[in-house]
């Protein structure tokens, strides 16, 4: 029987890309890493970027919590606007 840490389980059953983190972040932290991190992730910015710039944003206000944060999957993938009339409905435009 094989070991597996949950994010290599949900990248064996098919999960693009998980996000998780090495231990409990504070609160102040996770808002900062979370503004930084979806704000640039609807702007078009790759996963590894806005991952990249949420740490540095915890970093800037000097929390060790910055080193938390690891992505496992593509870090270039990139969530593209649905083509118009595609169906999709104005609050899911992203896929």
Do not use: C, H, M
């Not at 993938?77 to 595609?86: M, N």
């Amino acid at each position: 029987v094989e070991n597996l840490s949950v994010a290599a389980a949900l990248i064996r059953g098919g999960v693009a890309n998980f996000l998780g983190t090495y231990w409990p972040v504070g609160d102040t932290a996770a808002e900062t890493f979370s503004r930084t991190f979806y704000k640039l992730l609807v702007e078009g910015q790759s996963i590894g970027d806005a991952v990249r710039e949420g740490r540095r944003s915890v970093k800037n206000e000097n929390s060790s919590d910055w080193a938390n944060y690891i992505l496992y999957g593509n870090s270039d993938f990139i969530l593209k606007r649905r083509p118009a009339g595609s169906g999709s409905s104005p609050e899911d435009p992203l896929v």
